[in-house]
T-cell receptor, first 112, second 110 residues
């Protein structure tokens, strides 16, 4: 099993550009989430989904959109990239609530 | 709201013990613990549910005091492989969001 796969691994954007970070899992997990990790701030929840067609905001949702059309995929869209969105982004999945999270390897995003 | 972890960093020699604390202002249903090595993804260690149970993973164990909304992670007889950043994650009773603390960086030296 591949687990949680994130693409791309690295990306450089210019301010104002848009892009989609991809996340796919092959474990048939219902719960998926996106976190960003910045030095000294730990992991902050951006958006999460409890199943296909259902998404909700986390702690830092501004500037990001998500959708969940299938159980496997949970893409994160940056609408108009800003330097403050430079970060490492992690996607995670779990069978349900109160369950261990499986993290992808992360996407390192730099916005100039 | 993110839980508060302490200390921010700790340096140990092999064989020494350490305790990492995690506290929340919300009533918690569960507490997760993860470890992240530099440049890698966080890896699940254990989850504690309400009821004050204690769990273990090798010589790493944790407790959960649901009355105080606090959890502690115990590193016993530390090994070089224990180095990394430890994160606690908390899930409140009335919410499905898993929020993480800022992390505790553990360095174990020979």
């Amino acid at each position: 099993n591949a687990g949680v796969t994130q693409t791309p691994k690295f990306q450089v954007l210019k301010t104002g550009q848009s892009m989609t970070l991809q996340c796919a899992q092959d474990m048939n997990h219902e719960y998926m989430s996106w976190y960003r990790q910045d030095p000294g701030m730990g992991l902050r929840l951006i958006h999460y989904s409890v199943g296909a067609g259902i998404t909700d905001q986390g702690e830092v949702p501004n500037g990001y959109n998500v959708s969940r059309s299938t159980t496997e995929d949970f893409p994160l869209r940056l609408l108009s990239a800003a330097p403050s969105q430079t970060s490492v982004y992690f996607c995670a999945s779990s069978p349900g609530f109160r369950q261990p999270q499986h993290f992808g390897d992360g996407t390192r995003l730099s916005i100039l | 709201q993110q839980p508060v972890q302490s200390p921010q960093a700790v340096i140990l020699r092999e064989g020494e013990d350490a305790v990492i604390n995690c506290s929340s202002s919300k009533a918690l249903y569960s507490v997760h613990w993860y470890r992240q090595k530099h440049g890698e993804a966080p890896v699940f260690l254990m989850i504690l549910l309400k009821g004050g149970e204690q769990k273990g993973h090798d010589k790493i164990s944790a407790s959960f005091n649901e009355k105080k909304q606090q959890s502690s992670l115990y590193l016993t007889a530390s090994q070089l492989s224990y180095s990394g950043t430890y994160f606690c994650g908390t899930e409140p009773f009335n919410d499905y969001k898993l929020s993480f603390g800022a992390g505790t960086t553990v360095t174990v030296r020979a």
